[in-house]
């Protein structure tokens, strides 16, 4: 054995004490996923994250929480005593979480143990807010066909399409039962309504009553569903959801003249039953995937159906932060446009926040907004023949070929030219300029009058005689009715001096009342005289030149040239007998301030230096290079005539790149324009540029784009097209089912129908809903068949009526042991009451009518619903092809609950007031066609008795009761059948649908 020496021994017993003192027992660092990122991510990422920035500073990433924020670092890796984050959350008065309950001492103790372990945290791992990882959520869930419902006997006979298993099961369980069928009068003036918005005839009711066919009600659905009336009738439903109307919004609301193809697509892709993926993928890529048909470009004006900010976008400069709040706003609502109508998600609540409810980040909204960057709402031209669109594309590809050779070889014979060739382009290029229309001030203008035998004047008035030696009259200038040069100046006229300026005496210098002077166009008209002493000139029309339906005189300029050569028209004050005083564009005193309109060539000048161009190239040229530019001439000449003889181009307010630039508002020709993450969604704020995306709260369905050419605005948009119809998207299908349901039983399945996040209803029959978006999507996306399962089910052919237990289980209807009694909307009643008096024109597409008087259409429109009488209207047509405003509804239709064309409208509010009763009583429309009705009436029986039951057999379907007919006979005698017209159309059978 080795002996140590004793003082060895002793210092080792030292060393072993100081180590035991010195070093403390170990401890495993809190595991950061596990235990560090739950706190952060419960009780600080809501209001420090990349977006909120609460203090400047975000928790999401560990190179963010190192940075710390607004009062410096917050975190010292191994040192707890230095890290802020401690002293925030610590204490018995805790600074932090300003919302929520306070951390409690083991969260605490796993922070500092974390900080003091060094603070590990993986690079990779971004916190986020709870619910956007939190895709658990009915509607989130893959959609598969569940199996039908089984039922004993009793109700299994009850059961005529799958409708009615699902339906069925839920009303045994609650102890209930359908209702009896309703009888065939009743069913059919439902089922008209419901598919094509218009009530059936007396004759087509009859005929249904006594039909027997079983299959007679099967028959009459599938007739009504091929109507050309049914497409109006549901592409209504569709307008609502998406906001369309014929004016831009905000505060100048102007027209939008060209928005009504769109509209008219809907109506024909519902008529044709198109697959509803490819109805959805047109609307958002269209011109992409058939840019040469007659429905590719005019079905993205889906995107731009809503609101235009006239101002924002055209006025207000590019420079200030007004214009990216503009576009940010403009981009909001098409995301939300496309989102809420097609997969019910309120996306736009994560503009400036995440979503607080659905999985659902500022970054996927951001990378919403930037599938359009590259868009805008303008109006573009299309060609909707296909022939007509490759003829016309071949024809400019020719041309383009023909121009670019002609102008390289000119390039090259102008390079001979050398500075005299340059001398005279730089002259002709200033004579050019200076001869051209000066502005607008083009002249004056008088009050139009019905006759061309008002005489009308105006004079000069010196305030001194002065000597002339020339009067010049010049022509003014105006496209009204095609006019052009030469516009109002009179077919008669004289030019009269005086010495007063009464004209009390006058002498006649130029008499040209006898016969017509020709129009002279832009001709100026030269009075010689001796030379002369004047002081007061004036020029009389005596017959006046035609204008439209009216007649008037207006002038350019009158020139007063002295002998030396001198104007002095601008020394004269100006009178006449009466004056359009609309500046700058007309005004007396335009008469005499040097601006008129010239043409190019009116001043010889031009015409001799063109001519000494013309002659110097002539000069350079060969014998070879003349042929052939005469060649390429002849062929631009017959490219252009061929191209000017094919239809005109239509236009269409749809999403587009390219369109002439108006003010500050310029196209992107087809260049995205970038688009930002932004803190609290304030363009001041910009975090980072994001890419075109959609969000990722499918598990079975990928967001992230994977694009060839990302700068390729079209195909962003056709990517989120193809995302929202994919058949991993379960959200497309249940949403348009839902919305069918909703318009056929006036209640939806899920009740918020442009919500199906955690903020909206559950589903009141998830297992139908589920299997009838499968079927949908899998049997070929036809909305008809889906009309068809739905309303030849026994719930649709139920009775409205209630009974006491129904009330009492289900007073909301909720479970559909009855059918809903709905009100009629406001088109449906408005087309139901001109169809009824024979005054519905049933004249498809086209602009829409204007149930207004127009005024002041330049600035701000001003639309009087009030100076417009439906009595004398050319033509009534259906309420789908109205023309819509935002800004001032038409009061009428506004009173019936009609959709607000300003706001996305999944469902109409539908009320019930005394302005709607007043309406439908005194409204000018409604008494007109009670008027029209009672003639239509009497043109077929002069007895009363007999014109009051086919009064209520038009309108209501059936025959009057015994004391109806004796309440309406007596108001007939007294106050006329017009009033008892007006009475029925205004009674709750007529207004309701049982």
């Keep these: ?183 065939r009068r009743t069913l059919i003036r439902r089922i008209y309504f419901d598919l094509i918005g218009l009530p059936p005839t007396p004759e087509e ?86 840019p040469h048909s007659p429905d590719g470009v005019p079905a993205t004006g889906f995107i731009v159906a809503g609101p235009f900010d006239w101002v924002g976008q055209i006025e207000i400069s590019e420079k200030l932060i007004e214009k990216k709040i503009t576009r940010n706003l403009d981009r909001d609502d098409m995301v939300a446009t496309v989102m809420n109508t097609t997969v019910s998600l309120t996306v736009q609540c994560a503009r400036c926040h995440n979503h607080k409810f659905d999985p659902i980040s500022q970054e996927d909204y951001y990378g919403l907004q930037a599938v359009f960057a590259g868009i805008d709402r303008a109006e573009r031209s299309y060609d909707p023949d296909p022939e007509t669109a490759s003829r016309r594309r071949s024809l400019q590809a020719s041309l383009e070929k023909y121009q670019g050779e002609y102008q390289r070889l ?11 060739l340059e001398r005279l382009e730089a002259e ?100 010689d005289l001796k030379p002369q002493n004047i002081q007061y000139l004036r020029m009389t029309a005596t017959k006046l030149a035609p204008r439209s339906n009216d007649f008037i005189f207006a002038l350019g300029e009158i020139q007063v040239f002295a002998p030396d050569g001198n104007n002095l028209a601008q020394q004269a004050q100006l009178t006449s007998l009466d004056s359009i005083e609309a500046h700058p564009r007309w005004a007396r005193k335009n008469l005499v301030d040097g601006k008129y309109y010239q043409s190019l060539n009116f001043n010889t000048d031009i015409t001799e ?91 079975e369905l990928n967001g992230d784009f994977q694009l060839k050419d990302p700068d390729n605005e079209a195909t962003r948009r056709l990517a989120l097209a193809r995302w929202i119809t994919s058949r991993d998207n379960p959200l497309t299908w249940r949403s348009i089912v839902n919305r069918v349901w909703l318009y056929h039983f006036g209640k939806a399945i899920v009740d918020t129908p442009n919500d199906f996040g955690k903020m909206g209803a559950k589903p009141t029959h998830p297992e139908l809903l589920d299997y009838l978006a499968s ?25 409205s009526r209630t009974s006491p237990k129904g009330n009492q289980l289900d007073g909301d209807n909720r479970l559909l042991w009855r059918m809903n009694r709905r009100k009629l909307e406001a088109e449906a009643l408005r087309d139901s009451v001109l169809q009824i008096s024979g005054k519905l024109d049933l004249e ?33 047509r259906r309420s789908i092809y109205r023309f819509i405003v935002r800004s001032v509804p038409d009061p009428f239709m506004e009173s019936l609950d009609c959709a607000d064309p300003s706001q996305i409208t999944p469902k109409r509010i539908e009320t019930l007031t005394a302005l709607q009763a007043l309406s439908l009583l005194n409204d000018q429309f409604m008494i007109g066609m009670s008027v029209f009705f009672a003639e239509h009436i009497k043109a077929q029986s002069d007895d009363l008795t007999t014109q009051i039951s086919q009064a209520f057999q038009t309108a209501l379907g ?25 009475l029925i159309l205004n009674s709750n059978e007529f207004i309701f649908i049982d």
């Excluded at 193809?261 to 809907?266: G, L, N, Q, S, T």
């Excluded at 000119?410 to 005299?420: F, M, N, V």
């Excluded at 007919?965 to 006329?976: A, F, N, P, S, V």
Aim: hydrophobic residues 35%; proline residues 8%.
């Design 609 to 699: 230096l063109k001519q000494q161009r013309d002659e110097l190239l002539a000069s350079l040229t060969s014998a070879d290079e003349k042929k052939l530019l005469s060649q390429l001439s002849g062929k631009i000449k017959l490219t252009q005539a061929n191209l000017d003889q094919l239809p005109d181009p239509q236009q269409v307010f749809a999403a587009t790149t390219d369109f002439p630039a108006k003010g500050n508002f310029r196209p992107t020709e087809g260049q995205p324009r970038p688009v930002y993450l932004l803190s609290r969604g304030s363009e001041k704020a910009p975090i980072r540029q994001v890419t075109a995306s959609a969000p990722n709260l499918i598990d």
């Design 1 to 183: 054995m080795i002996a140590l020496p004793p003082f060895f021994v002793s210092r080792l017993f030292c060393l072993a004490l100081f180590l035991t003192i010195a070093v403390p027992t170990t401890r495993a660092a809190p595991d950061f996923k596990e235990q560090v990122a739950p706190i952060l991510q419960q009780h600080c990422i809501r209001c420090h994250n990349d977006s909120t920035k609460d203090g400047g500073l975000s928790l999401e990433t560990i190179q963010s929480a190192l940075k710390g924020g607004d009062n410096g670092r917050i975190l010292t890796p191994g040192v707890a005593e230095e890290s802020l984050l401690l002293d925030y959350v610590a204490g018995p008065e805790p600074e932090m979480p300003k919302k929520g309950e306070p951390l409690n001492e083991t969260e605490i103790g796993i922070l500092r143990n974390w900080i003091k372990a060094g603070a590990v945290w993986p690079a990779e791992h971004r916190i986020q807010e709870a619910q956007l990882n939190d895709h658990d959520w009915w509607s989130f869930r893959p959609l598969s066909q569940p199996a039908l419902p089984e039922l004993p006997a009793k109700e299994q006979k009850q059961v005529r399409t799958p409708v009615d298993a699902f339906l069925l099961a839920r009303l045994r369980q609650a102890g209930l039962n359908y209702s009896p069928p309703a009888d």
């Design 844 to 876: 498809m597409y086209g602009p829409g009518d204007r149930l207004f008087v127009l005024e002041k259409p330049q600035h701000s429109p001003h639309y009087l619903y009030q100076k417009y009488d439906p009595t004398t209207a050319e033509k009534h």
């Design 958 to 982: 059936r025959s009057p009761e015994p004391d109806e007919l004796k309440i309406l006979k007596t108001i007939g005698e007294q106050h006329g059948l017009k009033n008892v017209c007006r």
């Design 428 to 527: 002709i290029k200033q004579a050019t300029h200076a001869k051209q229309g000066q502005g607008d001030e083009y002249g004056y203008h008088s009050l139009i009058e019905k006759s061309d035998k008002t005489p009308k004047w105006v004079q000069l008035n010196f305030k001194q005689p002065l000597t002339v030696e020339k009067i010049t009259l010049i022509p003014a200038l105006d496209n009204h009715n095609n006019i052009g040069a030469g516009f109002g100046f009179p077919r008669r006229f004289k030019l009269e001096i005086s010495e007063t300026s009464d004209f009390k005496t006058a002498t006649v210098i130029a008499d040209h009342t006898q016969q017509d002077f020709p129009n002279p166009k832009s001709r100026h008209i030269d009075v």
């Design 205 to 290: 009711i009859e005929q249904f009553v006594k039909d027997t066919d079983p299959r007679a009600y099967e028959l009459l659905v599938d007739r009504l569903l091929a109507s050309p009336r049914y497409g109006e009738r549901w592409a209504r439903h569709w307008l609502d959801v998406v906001h369309y109307a014929d004016t831009h919004g905000y505060d100048k609301d102007k027209l939008r003249e060209n928005a009504w193809p769109y509209r008219d697509y809907v109506i024909r892709s519902l008529n044709e039953d198109r697959p509803y993926g490819q109805f959805i993928q047109q609307q958002l890529a269209g011109d992409l995937l058939k």
């Design 775 to 799: 079927r949908f999507r899998d049997e070929g996306q036809s909305l008809k068949d889906l009309h068809r399962l739905i309303v030849l089910s026994t719930a649709y052919r139920q009775s």
């Design 410 to 420: 000119d390039t090259r014979i102008r390079k001979r030219g050398g500075a005299e």
